[in-house]
C-alpha cells in the first residue's frame, strides 16, 4: 500500500507541477501520457525504497526479540 501511495503521489505531483509550468495553454495529451508513464513506472522503481521504509516503520513497532 505505501508503493502505490507513494507512485501514485509521485504522478500527481508531477501532473501539477508541470500543468502550473505550462498553465496558459498547457499541453493535455503530453501531460496524460507522462501521467500515466509515471503512474506505471514509479511503483516499480520506488518498490526497494518502499519495501525499506515499511520494514523500518515496522521495526519500530515491532522490535527484534532476538539478543
Same mark, same amino acid.
Given at each position: 500500500?505505501?508503493?502505490? %501511495? *507513494?507512485?501514485?503521489?509521485? &504522478?500527481?505531483? #508531477? ?5 502550473? /509550468?505550462? @498553465? ?11 501521467? %500515466? *508513464?509515471?503512474?506505471?513506472? &514509479?511503483?516499480? #522503481? ?5 519495501? /525499506?521504509? @515499511? ?13
Amino acid at each position: 500500500m505505501l508503493n502505490f %501511495v *507513494a507512485a501514485e503521489l509521485l &504522478a500527481i505531483g #508531477v501532473f501539477v507541477i508541470a500543468l502550473l /509550468a505550462t @498553465w496558459p495553454s498547457p499541453p493535455w495529451t503530453v501531460l496524460t501520457y507522462v501521467t %500515466v *508513464a509515471i503512474a506505471i513506472i &514509479a511503483p516499480i #522503481v520506488l518498490y526497494p525504497t518502499t519495501k /525499506a521504509l @515499511w520494514l523500518a516503520v515496522d521495526l519500530m513497532f515491532r522490535p527484534s526479540e532476538s539478543g
